[in-house]
């Protein structure tokens, strides 16, 4: 049974950073195409960052350069490591499989 947990929001200044966990279970991280999702008040599903089997990265503009997405194969859990966070970074974060999200995090950037 595939199940997808996140961790690690908060509220946070501009300009700070955070580190969101997605630990996952019934399925191997390491050899999966996974991606990050957030949606930010009032908006729809927004793609944010994937990572492929071969460790290929991917990142929406306006996170290229502040976000970086990893993951610990034997811990078997995907990182989203978020720095320089802006106000509009502020959203509720998914980590995805296909179509099976995880419950989300919430992240508030704010003075």
């Known amino acids: 049974q595939v199940q997808l947990v996140e961790s690690g929001g908060g509220t946070v200044q501009p300009g700070g950073s955070l580190r969101l966990t997605c630990a996952a279970s019934?399925?191997?991280?390491?050899?999966?195409?996974m991606r990050w999702f957030r949606q930010r008040p009032g908006k729809e599903l927004e793609w944010v960052s994937s990572?492929?089997?071969?460790?290929?990265?991917t990142y929406t503009t306006s996170v290229q350069g502040r976000f970086t997405v990893s993951r610990d194969n034997a811990k078997n859990t995907l990182y989203l490591q978020m720095d320089s966070l802006k106000s509009e970074d502020t959203a509720v974060y998914y980590c995805?499989?296909?179509?099976?999200r995880g419950q989300g995090t919430q992240v508030i950037v704010s003075s």
């Open positions: 019934g399925f191997s991280v390491s050899s999966t195409y």
């Open positions: 990572i492929d089997s071969t460790g290929l990265r």
């Open positions: 995805a499989k296909n179509t099976i």
